[in-house]
């Protein structure tokens, strides 16, 4: 039986390198810290060295997609797939930031959703059979969504929203906040929101498809949020450490052999269906 292997995104530091300690101490195989700059990510193993962890190192920048294609034709070439993916990289800009909006939507739409889909085009074919999918997203697409139009809300929550038509929207988004029009398209000034209303939904169309496509093979997709947490893009005073704003993520990643829920789907503040994991977190999020 090969090795068992975990990837995380964006985990040299912060919530992903939280992460990657809760599965090097909970996971029975492989975990990988991933990140774009090698040196960065190599010291982040050291850190975990440090602690008596043994996690391994692969660069991966997500914003390259030939980068991806290097990552995922190793992992496929050394464990012939990946057991645990967790996309958790993501920008957000401080609120001080003076980069005009548009500039923002776009920095932000290109490294939280497009390429966040770009790791699922090329490592979804991966993932074996028993496999968990976890996208990292944020309470703030709940918000960001009930300030959308509610032609807008509608196709967020349709069951038959496509990938090809969310694409669509998540563009015309950052078009339109380049003309300075999104709020007249139903958008809220909210770039960082709307990324993460992009990843919730994805991780819906694609909890859909792997269901679909192979029904007899057990894997779980899921979005989650891992709370307010104390990282370089939340403010120092949030509530939750690293590693509490892990405990979310890491469950979802964990869920036991056989499961068969939760699998892409979503809370309502009408049903007050949200998911929870054993620390309350929310794990869905609308």
């Known amino acids: 039986m090969s090795t068992k292997v975990a990837v995380v995104t964006g985990s040299n530091k912060g919530i992903g390198l939280a992460i990657v300690r809760a599965l090097c101490k909970q996971f029975s195989g492989d975990v990988y810290v991933t990140s774009r700059d090698v040196g960065r990510g190599e010291a982040a ?3 975990l060295n440090s602690e008596g962890l043994k996690p391994k190192f692969h660069q991966l920048d997500i914003n390259d997609v030939n980068s991806i294609k290097t990552a995922a034709a190793y992992f496929k070439g050394k464990y012939d797939g990946v057991d645990i993916l967790i996309n958790n990289a993501g920008i957000a800009f401080k609120a001080a930031d003076t980069t005009p909006f548009g500039d923002q939507a776009e920095v932000t739409l290109r490294t939280n959703f497009f390429a966040t889909r770009d790791m699922s085009t090329h490592f979804l074919p991966l993932v074996k059979a028993g496999g968990r999918v976890v ?9 960001g969504l009930k300030q959308c139009s509610p032609e807008l809300q509608q196709r ?9 038509e969310l694409v669509a929207l998540m563009q015309r988004f950052v078009d339109e906040a380049k003309k300075g029009e999104h709020k007249q398209g139903g958008w809220p000034d909210m770039s960082y929101a709307v990324s993460k209303i992009g990843v919730t939904v994805l991780s819906m169309i694609h909890a859909r498809r792997v269901s679909k496509e192979r029904p007899k093979d057990g894997i779980l997709i899921n979005a989650c949020c891992p709370g307010w947490v104390r990282t370089e893009i939340a403010a120092p005073g949030a509530p939750k450490s690293p590693d509490e704003g892990a ?4 469950y979802l990643a964990l869920l ?8 892409g789907k979503r809370g309502t503040a009408a049903q007050s269906s949200l998911l929870l994991s054993p620390s309350s977190s929310a794990s869905l999020l609308w």
């Open 45 to 47: 193993v050291k850190t």
């Open 247 to 250: 405990i979310t993520p890491v």
């Open 256 to 263: 036991a052999p056989g499961a068969t829920e939760p699998h």
């Open 135 to 143: 996208n990292v997203s944020s309470m703030l697409s709940a918000s």
């Open 156 to 164: 967020f929550h349709s069951e038959d929203i496509t990938e090809d």
